[in-house]
């Protein structure tokens, strides 16, 4: 229906065009008759990026002072004690084991950057 002969006896030619009308006719066909399309196969470091994501954006967030926030940040920053204080254990144990690297250090200045924008509720707290 769709296929074009090609010089080569034996192999047949499909232009996009064709190929494009075949999978639009085919997502009718599925509509039409309540077939659900196959779901994609995710590789395993897909999964684990498409996880951390999903937790991340569910996660609840935690209403902190932001003076004692900022203060923790700039002085114990690099130790991670501003991540503790907002209930981030892990980010805070990570930022204790690489505090000696200066991982942590750059991290605590990007965190600087973040959080600076923050908007900050009529007590002074923001939601980290």
Same mark, same amino acid.
């Not at 399309?37 to 951390?52: D, N, Q, T």
């Not at 002072?65 to 990570?94: C, D, I, P, S, W």
């Not at 991290?107 to 924008?117: G, S, Y």
């Given at each position: *229906?769709?296929?074009?002969?090609?010089?080569?006896?034996?192999?047949?030619?499909?232009?996009?065009?064709?190929?494009?009308?075949?999978?639009?006719?085919?997502?009718?066909? $599925?509509?039409?008759?309540?077939?659900?399309?196959?779901?994609?196969?995710?590789?395993?470091?897909? $999964?684990?990026? !498409?996880?951390?994501?999903?937790?991340?954006?569910?996660?609840?967030?935690?209403?902190?002072? $932001?003076?004692?926030? *900022?203060?923790?940040?700039?002085?114990?920053?690099?130790?991670?004690?501003? $991540?503790?204080?907002?209930?981030?254990?892990?980010?805070?144990?990570?930022?204790?084991?690489?505090?000696?690297?200066?991982? !942590?250090?750059? *991290?605590?200045?990007?965190?600087?950057?973040?959080?600076?924008?923050?908007?900050?509720?009529?007590?002074?707290?923001?939601?980290?």
């Amino acid at each position: *229906m769709f296929k074009k002969k090609s010089p080569d006896p034996g192999k047949e030619r499909v232009s996009a065009e064709e190929m494009l009308a075949a999978q639009m006719e085919l997502d009718e066909l $599925r509509k039409k008759y309540g077939i659900e399309a196959p779901e994609k196969k995710e590789g395993k470091i897909s $999964r684990m990026i !498409s996880s951390f994501f999903e937790r991340r954006d569910n996660r609840e967030k935690v209403c902190v002072n $932001r003076k004692k926030f *900022m203060l923790l940040m700039f002085f114990t920053g690099a130790f991670g004690g501003h $991540r503790f204080y907002a209930k981030q254990y892990g980010l805070g144990v990570l930022y204790l084991l690489t505090c000696w690297t200066g991982f !942590s250090l750059a *991290m605590t200045v990007i965190d600087v950057l973040e959080f600076i924008p923050f908007p900050v509720d009529e007590n002074g707290n923001i939601y980290v």
